[in-house]
């Protein structure tokens, strides 16, 4: 199984903000990475397919970057609804793996 | 709109079964794959196995193929996860994912249901 690696695994940030979180796979994906934000005691939302961009009705602030093993999750200005906990997810190959997390405080 | 309903918690005892459902609206339901993806109190998120609403094929992760067992009603357009053999180590919540590309075995989790809690006490 492909694993995933996320840093931080927790960041405190400012309204206004630019936020990064790193992923890291354990082999290379090309650009099968999605990024998912889940608030507190809701389901996961898909933010971002890494190889075809930015989902419907998300907001611009959000963007994804990197190919190959090394991937980022930028949130430009964060908002107080950002608050929530970012995963990565392969989509390269099954089993899809999930990296372990990183929450956001405000 | 695309909508995944799921049925309510369960409380279960060690070795008891349970079996949680995820009704879908707002589409064709038998174009889009479906997966399941349990999250454990306070923890990550586990991919668990998908489902063709097509054909009713599905496949497994390794660590659930002896008691995990997938199916779909397509009269009713409504996915089941049946999970038998269950431990303390089950308790978590369990979704319903749907794939954002039809007739494709995608792993872009774009609409999930609302969770369904699956307690395992004595």
């Known amino acids: 199984d492909i694993q995933m690696t996320q840093s931080p695994s927790s960041l405190s940030a400012f309204v206004g903000d630019r936020v990064a979180i790193t992923c890291r796979a354990s082999?290379?994906?090309?650009?099968?990475l999605n990024w998912y934000q889940q608030r507190p005691g809701k389901a996961p939302k898909l933010l971002i397919i890494?190889?075809?961009g930015l989902r419907s009705g998300v907001p611009s602030r959000f963007s994804g970057s990197g190919s190959g093993t090394d991937f980022t999750l930028t949130i430009n200005s964060l908002q107080p609804e950002d608050l929530a906990t970012y995963y990565c997810?392969?989509?390269?190959?099954?089993?899809?793996?999930f990296g372990q997390g990183t929450k956001v405080e405000i | 709109q695309v909508q995944l309903v799921q049925s309510g918690a369960a409380v279960k005892k060690p070795g008891a079964s349970v079996r949680v459902s995820c009704k879908a609206s707002?589409?064709?339901?038998?174009?889009?794959?479906f997966h399941w993806v349990r999250q454990a109190p306070g923890q990550g998120l586990e991919w668990m196995g998908l489902?063709?609403?097509?054909?009713?094929?599905?496949t497994y992760a390794q660590k659930f193929q002896d008691r995990l067992t997938m199916t779909r009603d397509t009269s009713t357009s409504t996915l089941y996860m049946d999970l038998s053999s269950l431990i303390s180590e089950d308790t978590a919540i369990y979704y319903c994912?749907?794939?954002?590309?039809?007739?494709?075995?995608?792993?872009?989790?774009?609409?999930w249901g609302q969770g369904t809690l699956v307690t395992v006490s004595s």
């Open positions: 994912a749907r794939v954002a590309t039809s007739a494709s075995v995608d792993k872009d989790f774009d609409y």
């Open positions: 707002g589409y064709t339901f038998t174009t889009f794959f």
């Open positions: 489902i063709d609403p097509s054909g009713g094929s599905a």
């Open positions: 082999q290379t994906i090309n650009r099968n």
């Open positions: 890494t190889h075809s």
């Open positions: 997810q392969q989509s390269y190959s099954l089993p899809p793996t």
